[in-house]
């Protein structure tokens, strides 16, 4: 379809309800459209443009498609963005559970080879530095893909605590910033720092030698 024939739905959506054929209600969204445009918005975010200057006239133009089949997949730009951001997303092995140093060093490694990715590194910095005027973006992605990964790391801590590999006088959610902030920092924050192999390990190694209970001593 063209673009000017999609262009001409979106109008005569807004202009009322008609007909509707069993042909167009069984339409299946093609797979090929998505991946163009969820492309043509990585590629406009390397070479530099902004959430805020991202519209739908520019992406459109960039994956080579229509404005209404960008409207016919995603209600608006925000939603578009969380796409784009799941797209990014891989999921880590899960927590072997044999040891909490282990798995502690497989959820900072997982970080790290992110961290190294281009791709992945590049956008997410574009959406930290655009979180305060789009904080409802950054929500999202935080409730679709963040959370699950910090209940992964609070769970090997609980764990940690039970076997008494860390000490309980200490509150988890810090614990796990602490764990999880050096790497976020460098990986985020501080591109131009290295992410070199054995940095999961020593990270791990650092805070699990300040937080592992002390010899002879009966509480916390």
Request: hydrophobic letters at 45%; a negative charge; proline letters at 5%.
């Amino acid at each position: 379809m063209s673009r000017a024939a999609e262009d001409s739905e979106v109008a005569a959506a807004e202009a009322g309800p008609g007909p509707v054929t069993a042909e167009r209600r069984g339409r299946p969204r093609s797979a090929a459209a998505d991946s163009a445009i969820i492309e043509a918005v990585l590629r406009l975010i390397e070479n530099g443009v902004s959430i805020g200057e991202l519209s739908m006239e520019r992406i459109a133009r960039e994956a080579g498609v229509g404005k209404a089949t960008i409207y016919r997949r995603w209600s608006g730009k925000s939603a578009l963005m969380l796409d784009v951001m799941r797209s990014l997303d891989v999921q880590g092995p899960p927590p072997a559970g044999d040891s909490v140093r282990d798995d502690l060093v497989a959820l900072l490694e997982f970080l790290r080879r992110r961290g190294l990715a281009k791709r992945s590194s590049a956008l997410l910095r574009t959406v930290v530095s655009h979180v305060q005027a789009q904080p409802e973006l950054w929500a999202e992605y935080h409730n679709a893909v963040v959370r699950a990964r910090h209940e992964a790391l609070l769970a090997v801590l609980r764990r940690g605590v039970a076997n008494g590999e860390i000490r309980a006088d200490h509150d988890l959610e810090t614990l796990a910033d602490l764990f999880i902030g050096p790497m976020l920092a460098r990986a985020l924050l501080h591109e131009w720092k290295e992410l070199p192999e054995g940095l999961a390990e020593d990270i791990v190694d650092m805070v699990l030698e300040g937080v592992r209970p002390r010899a002879g001593s009966a509480a916390g």
